[in-house]
């Protein structure tokens, strides 16, 4: 069996991370980027971010002579079969999906098109709203390549949906595969190479048109930012009953089979590249349609509000923050990340200083991508303990699990105030709240029988 060679267009999280898990199995892979720096980085084996084990199988590949990284993107083209687009969709400021860089790839992919002389596939892989693929990039390739879709080229939508912190075993052992495709010749073509890429484990793949594998992407993130919105606004209720936990509801709901667990942690809301701004990407496409995004709007509400809950609660522990000394534990918009796009600690960060508060902060990763964002207005720091020495008030912003060590000890002992804001939930209620200032999204005021109770709700 001949492999098929691939290109990708965007060696950022989701292109770099695809590029390496081909290439893993064996596949003769090139990516592309126009960011020089970039591309210096991976050809010498340096992830540009923090993902786990991306390094090792980044270098091993490079070694192996199964990946390379390059800026030209024409001959990459002209030495592949099939070219997959990944390159960032970010959001204008009305909200709506800013296509830029998806038309420029699309410039490209015409270009070498016109010169290439076998058939070739393209992959979407970029999230995009719906009409994108039909509309936007078919269109321009045919202008650019002088060929039409179909004959000497093929096209297809394939969403990604592997999470940051994971990405690398996402992208080896995905829930399933979505192929939107122009015409059967596409989706055989792609439907084959995950086949032989995953042999016996190919998950469920569905087949369908191009501009609903597009609004799958959408409507999959759109749902799961629906149960974190959705269970910040029931913590909100909780935080008004006393003795009533949100993380207990959480449980009691989770083991409905037809609402599951994940992703039903209340805390400071979602931040990331990806759910933000697709909710609002989708909401500006919705309002294009003359459909009113109800829905969509308040999830959009509860998550824009949610950061200002630890201010609130800070408040409602100190008082003023004037002169306070704030202690932020976590600056990745998730653990196990260095990405700081759409971080809820950077509101949280700027709304402590407006307060007048002074800010330490700490991150196992993403700290010198924050503090090329926030420069000195904070001060870093090198471990949690670092961090809360003399504070005030802690707040956990990022759920790492190094924070999940530390216990009441630490923070009685090297604190100003021992007054910690559980913003992720980490922290067993019954043991923190018993010994220092204990604070909590979805916590209502803790009673005697409420620590009864608890002993009854194991995992
Ligand atoms: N990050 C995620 O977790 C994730 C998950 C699923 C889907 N997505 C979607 O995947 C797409 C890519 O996201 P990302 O997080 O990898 O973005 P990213 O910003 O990390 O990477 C995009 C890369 O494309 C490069 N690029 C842009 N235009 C280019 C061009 N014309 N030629 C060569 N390189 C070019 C940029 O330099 C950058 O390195 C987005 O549509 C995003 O919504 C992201």
Same mark, same amino acid.
């Given at each position: 069996?001949t492999r098929q060679r691939i290109s990708i267009i965007g060696a950022g999280?989701v292109g770099?991370?695809i590029a390496?898990?081909f290439?893993?199995?064996?596949y003769k892979v090139i990516a592309i980027d126009h960011d020089s720096?970039k591309v210096?980085?991976?050809?010498?084996?340096?992830?540009?971010?923090?993902?786990?084990?991306?390094?090792?199988?980044?270098?091993?590949?490079?070694?192996?002579?199964?990946l390379e990284c390059t800026l030209d993107c024409k001959e990459a083209i002209l030495k592949t079969d099939i070219t997959f687009i990944a390159v960032g969709t970010?959001?204008?400021?009305?909200?709506?999906i800013n296509l830029q860089y998806v038309k420029n790839a699309a410039r490209e992919i015409g270009k070498a098109l016109k010169e290439k002389e076998n058939y070739h596939l393209i992959v979407v892989k970029s999230?995009v709203?719906?009409g994108t693929t039909e509309n936007v990039v078919k269109p321009i390739i045919e202008k650019q390549s002088g060929k039409r879709c179909g004959e000497e080229w093929g096209i297809c939508v394939n969403?990604?949906?592997?999470?940051?912190?994971?990405?690398?075993?996402?992208?080896?052992?995905?829930?399933?595969?979505?192929i939107g495709e122009y015409d059967k010749k596409s989706g055989d073509m792609l439907?084959m190479l995950?086949?032989?890429?995953?042999?016996?484990?190919?998950?469920?793949?569905? $087949?369908?048109n191009l501009s609903?594998a597009e609004?799958?992407?959408?409507?999959?993130?759109?749902?799961?930012?629906?149960?974190?919105?959705?269970?910040?606004?029931?913590?909100?209720?909780?935080?008004?009953?006393?003795?009533?936990?949100?993380?207990?509801?959480?449980?009691?709901?989770?083991?409905?089979?037809?609402?599951?667990?994940?992703?039903?942690?209340?805390?400071?809301?979602?931040?990331?590249? +990806?759910?933000?701004?697709?909710?609002?990407?989708?909401?500006?496409?919705?309002?294009?349609?003359?459909?009113?995004?109800?829905?969509?709007?308040?999830?959009?509400?509860?998550?824009?509000?949610?950061?200002?809950?630890?201010?609130?609660?800070?408040?409602?522990?100190?008082?003023?923050?004037?002169?306070?000394?704030?202690?932020?534990?976590?600056?990745?918009?998730?653990?196990?990340?260095?990405?700081?796009?759409?971080?809820?600690?950077?509101?949280?960060?700027?709304?402590?200083?407006?307060?007048?508060?002074?800010?330490?902060?700490?991150?196992?990763?993403?700290?010198? *991508?924050?503090?090329?964002?926030?420069? *000195?207005?904070?001060?870093?720091?090198?471990?949690?303990? *670092?961090?809360?020495?003399?504070?005030?008030?802690?707040?956990?912003?990022?759920?790492?699990?190094?924070?999940?060590?530390?216990?009441?000890?630490?923070?009685?002992?090297?604190?100003?105030?021992?007054?910690?804001?559980?913003? $992720? $939930?980490?922290?067993?209620?019954?043991?923190?709240?018993?010994?220092?200032?204990?604070?909590?999204?979805?916590?209502?005021?803790?009673?005697?029988?409420?620590?009864?109770?608890?002993?009854? +709700?194991?995992?």
């Amino acid at each position: 069996m001949t492999r098929q060679r691939i290109s990708i267009i965007g060696a950022g999280y989701v292109g770099l991370c695809i590029a390496v898990g081909f290439a893993s199995k064996g596949y003769k892979v090139i990516a592309i980027d126009h960011d020089s720096k970039k591309v210096i980085l991976i050809n010498k084996g340096i992830p540009p971010f923090h993902e786990a084990g991306l390094k090792d199988l980044l270098q091993e590949n490079l070694k192996e002579g199964y990946l390379e990284c390059t800026l030209d993107c024409k001959e990459a083209i002209l030495k592949t079969d099939i070219t997959f687009i990944a390159v960032g969709t970010p959001s204008k400021r009305d909200g709506s999906i800013n296509l830029q860089y998806v038309k420029n790839a699309a410039r490209e992919i015409g270009k070498a098109l016109k010169e290439k002389e076998n058939y070739h596939l393209i992959v979407v892989k970029s999230t995009v709203i719906p009409g994108t693929t039909e509309n936007v990039v078919k269109p321009i390739i045919e202008k650019q390549s002088g060929k039409r879709c179909g004959e000497e080229w093929g096209i297809c939508v394939n969403p990604e949906f592997l999470r940051e912190g994971s990405a690398v075993n996402d992208t080896l052992h995905p829930d399933r595969i979505i192929i939107g495709e122009y015409d059967k010749k596409s989706g055989d073509m792609l439907e084959m190479l995950y086949r032989n890429l995953h042999g016996e484990q190919t998950p469920p793949l569905l $087949r369908t048109n191009l501009s609903t594998a597009e609004l799958i992407k959408y409507a999959n993130n759109a749902f799961l930012a629906m149960k974190i919105s959705f269970i910040n606004h029931i913590a909100d209720i909780c935080e008004r009953i006393p003795g009533v936990d949100v993380t207990v509801v959480a449980k009691g709901i989770g083991l409905d089979k037809r609402i599951g667990r994940l992703f039903l942690n209340a805390g400071l809301g979602y931040g990331g590249s +990806c759910l933000p701004k697709d909710i609002k990407a989708l909401i500006a496409f919705c309002k294009s349609l003359g459909h009113k995004p109800i829905l969509l709007k308040a999830i959009n509400k509860v998550n824009e509000t949610q950061p200002y809950k630890a201010i609130k609660l800070c408040k409602e522990a100190l008082g003023s923050l004037k002169g306070r000394h704030v202690a932020i534990l976590g600056l990745a918009f998730k653990p196990n990340t260095d990405d700081i796009r759409e971080a809820v600690s950077i509101k949280i960060i700027k709304a402590l200083l407006k307060e007048g508060a002074r800010v330490t902060a700490y991150d196992p990763a993403a700290t010198p *991508n924050i503090r090329k964002r926030l420069g *000195n207005s904070i001060q870093y720091t090198s471990s949690p303990i *670092n961090c809360i020495k003399n504070a005030d008030c802690c707040i956990i912003v990022t759920e790492w699990d190094e924070f999940k060590k530390l216990n009441p000890k630490d923070f009685i002992k090297n604190m100003k105030h021992p007054i910690v804001i559980d913003g $992720r $939930r980490i922290f067993d209620p019954t043991e923190f709240s018993r010994k220092l200032d204990y604070w909590a999204v979805g916590l209502g005021k803790i009673e005697e029988k409420y620590y009864e109770s608890r002993k009854f +709700c194991t995992d």
